[in-house]
């Protein structure tokens, strides 16, 4: 449920980054002395690569400034969230970053935070607070441009299952994008909304597929805008024997996603995504403004971008770290950057 990462002393995350122990003399305070610089992760959301290589990304950058770092995770229940917040409260953290959650449940923990005078960022979960950052990757971008690719390949007269599971912030933006493309285009038919977040999600997700696949024959097209729900519903295609009859749109990416679109005849042809790891990145560097001071704004957007199965093709792209080699804003996003804020290795 809690696991502690600490680098004792600052030299040590200044060799682990290459960067050279004279960065830290010049951060500001309180980060002149990172070591000393307790933040907390406070998780809704971990299944799922996505999760796992944004949790990399807080680790790594966390590591890059010297920071100690702890991580609550609390498995999609919302009442336990909001009671590791109050743990890590009650721990005298410096920060804290929220990672996806519930408004109702996440509004007030947040709240007792701030009152405690403890730095707030959220990520992907709306906690109706002007003093808390909202870093998002653009979701409604994620959304659309995932559409507007949809809108390419079959034109603007197709029918559509369309997952989604409301009130989780990324996924309501998303949903957003869907609801005005249908608005502008009356030939797109929505035959079927189902959605979990169950665990495992993909899992859970394949088997409302199945049922939806065989209510609805006339489906061709299915946008999932969350890479779980992507895995899932191309389980049930693939079983389905559909490859040939549905094409299948996300949001996210990973390593395994990758594979999957890569398969032979996979119904999976386009994902939008920022890379998961530096999300988490830029998830610490805000808050770390935040701890010295410095005015992030109130969002902190990170751009997306189209990923197509023709691309991943004709690049032979196969991994991540392939992804960000031909897809250099991969790598790095600059945001929440400053000329002190020291980086993870590359």
């Known amino acids: 449920m809690l696991r502690r990462h600490f680098i004792k002393f600052a030299g040590l ?154 009130g989780i912030a990324p996924l309501d933006r998303r949903d957003v994008a869907w609801e005005e493309v249908k608005q502008a285009n009356p030939g797109i038919k929505e035959a079927a909304v189902f959605g979990t977040l169950d665990n495992p999600i993909a899992n859970a997700v394949a088997n409302q597929a199945r049922s939806i696949l065989q209510a609805n024959p006339t489906i061709n097209v299915m946008f999932a805008p969350f890479d779980e729900f992507a895995k899932g519903v191309k389980i049930a295609v693939d079983e389905a024997g559909l490859t040939q009859d549905i ?34 990145e830029v998830s610490v560097r805000t808050l770390a403004l935040l701890l010295t001071g410095e005015n992030p704004g109130n969002s902190v957007v990170v751009p997306p971008t189209l990923i197509t199965q023709d691309f991943l093709n004709e690049q032979d792209v196969s991994n991540m770290e392939e992804l960000g080699a031909k897809m250099p804003q991969f790598q790095h996003a600059d945001v929440a950057m400053t000329d002190w804020m020291p980086l993870p290795a590359r």
């Open 13 to 166: 995350a200044a060799l682990a980054t290459g960067l050279g122990s004279t960065a830290f003399a010049d951060m500001p305070a309180p980060l002149d002395k990172p070591e000393d610089v307790k933040i907390a992760l406070v998780r809704y959301l971990s299944t799922g690569d996505f999760f796992q290589s944004y949790l990399s990304g807080v680790e790594s950058q966390a590591a890059a400034i010297g920071m100690d770092l702890r991580v609550f995770d609390s498995r999609q229940d919302a009442a336990l969230q909001a009671d590791m917040v109050d743990q890590a409260i009650a721990l005298g953290v410096d920060g804290i970053i929220i990672q996806h959650g519930l408004t109702e449940s996440m509004k007030d923990a947040a709240q007792r935070a701030v009152d405690a005078g403890i730095k707030v960022v959220a990520f992907d979960v709306d906690v109706e607070n002007a003093a808390i950052p909202q870093i998002e990757q653009s979701d409604y971008m994620l959304g659309k441009l995932a559409l507007d690719q949809a809108i390419e390949d079959n034109g603007t007269d197709f029918t559509a299952g369309y997952v989604y599971v409301p």
């Open 247 to 280: 094409k299948i749109y996300s949001a996210d990416v990973s390593t395994a996603d990758i594979s999957a679109m890569r398969e032979p005849d996979s119904a999976w042809v386009a994902t939008v995504a920022t890379n998961p790891s530096v999300v988490g």
